[in-house]
């Protein structure tokens, strides 16, 4: 097989510029398909909001990065479990337990995700308004 059959996705062959200008037009499509789904679009609303107030709320930079920088995670995560849960489902709707084994794991996942961001969050709430 070479870069020129038709079965070879045609980004291997590029190189340079023009490959990170291809990557990154990939990239948009896949947050643009992101945005097809209800909870990257929740994700992503609330990141406007909450990415902007990690600024105001950070009293440094580390604080900031944490608090912008777990919000950003949590929309990683989820673009990744859509991705698991495509692939699964691309492979056929019949119900197979290494199917709901992947996708439980990647629902596991962004559980952990926003867990994580929560905690970040309410603890720098706390030393804000509390301590």
Do not use: Y
């Amino acid at each position: 097989m070479s870069f020129h059959d038709p079965l070879v996705n045609p980004q291997k062959g590029r190189s340079g510029f023009s490959r990170v200008w291809h990557a990154t037009l990939i990239s948009l499509n896949g947050l643009r398909a992101g945005w097809g789904e209800p909870a990257f679009r929740q994700e992503a609303i609330l990141a406007v909001f909450l990415i902007p107030a990690a600024f105001w709320l950070g009293r440094h930079w580390v604080e900031t990065a944490l608090l912008a920088g777990s919000i950003v995670l949590v929309m990683i995560v989820e673009l990744l479990n859509t991705a698991v849960e495509a692939a699964i489902d691309r492979i056929g709707p019949e119900w197979h337990d290494l199917s709901k084994r992947a996708k439980d794991m990647g629902s596991a996942a962004v559980l952990l995700s926003v867990l994580l961001a929560s905690g970040i969050w309410l603890s720098a709430l706390w030393q804000c308004f509390v301590a």
